[in-house]
Structures are given as C-alpha cells and as structure tokens.
C-alpha cells in the first residue's frame, strides 16, 4: 500500500517561496502518476501539476506555470514543488496523491491514496 507525507508548508509573504516534499513508499508498478492538489477553505480541490515518475513527464496548470517546479528523486522516493512568486490565491492545503489507474491527473476522484496534507499560507 503507497503512502505518501507532506512537509515543507509554512507562512510567506507575498513574493516568497516555499519548497514542499513528498515522500512515497510503497510503491506499485502500477503508481505511474503523482499530483500536487491544493484546497483553499470553501473550496473544491484542484490539481495543480502531475509527473510521470517513469518518463519524468510534467504538466502545469496555467495559474502556476512559471511560478511552480515539480522535480523528484526517484533514488529517495521523494517528490518537490518548489513555489516562486507566491500569491495570496495560492494559499491553501497542499497534498500529493497516487494512483493505479490514473485517466485525468488533474482529477481528484481518479486518485485513491493521498497525504496528509500540509498547510500554505501566503499573506499580503
């Protein structure tokens, strides 16, 4: 069974950054993709970037393109995202999450192990 720990939440002013890691272990052959979600209070969840672990393949979603970096170390069982330009908007629960049959990697009911979560504050 995959299991996955956030870290590296915190509290930044506008303009920082935050680096957050994902360890995974357990891992499947089947477990191919990792996301980076976040949920905002009131919110639905929302995918913010997804990695082949095999090919090392990464999607963006727009509002972060630019700002975001997903990099991971396959020797360490661990995934970043590092986080320039912080905003406001940005602010929210952070989780990685994993799959065995993953068809939207942007989609949260495609993925059936999640972590904990780890709290990103970005104040003005």
């Known amino acids: 069974q995959v299991h996955l720990v956030e870290s590296g939440g915190g509290s930044v002013q506008t303009g920082g950054s935050l680096r957050l890691s994902c360890a995974f272990s357990?891992?499947?052959?089947?477990?191919?993709?990792i996301s980076w979600f976040r949920q905002a209070p009131g919110k639905e969840r929302e995918g913010i970037v997804c990695?082949?672990?095999?090919?090392?393949?990464?999607t963006y979603r727009d509002f972060v393109k630019g700002r975001f970096t997903l990099f991971h170390d396959n020797a360490k069982n661990t995934v970043f995202l590092q986080m320039n330009s912080l905003k406001p908007e940005d602010s929210g629960v952070y989780y990685c999450?994993?799959?065995?049959?993953?068809?939207?990697?942007?989609?949260?009911?495609?993925?059936?192990?999640w972590g904990q979560g780890t709290q990103v504050t970005v104040f003005s």
């Open positions: 999450a994993t799959g065995a049959q993953i068809y939207n990697c942007f989609r949260s009911s495609d993925f059936d192990a």
């Open positions: 990695v082949n672990i095999r090919d090392g393949g990464t």
């Open positions: 357990g891992w499947s052959a089947s477990n191919i993709w």
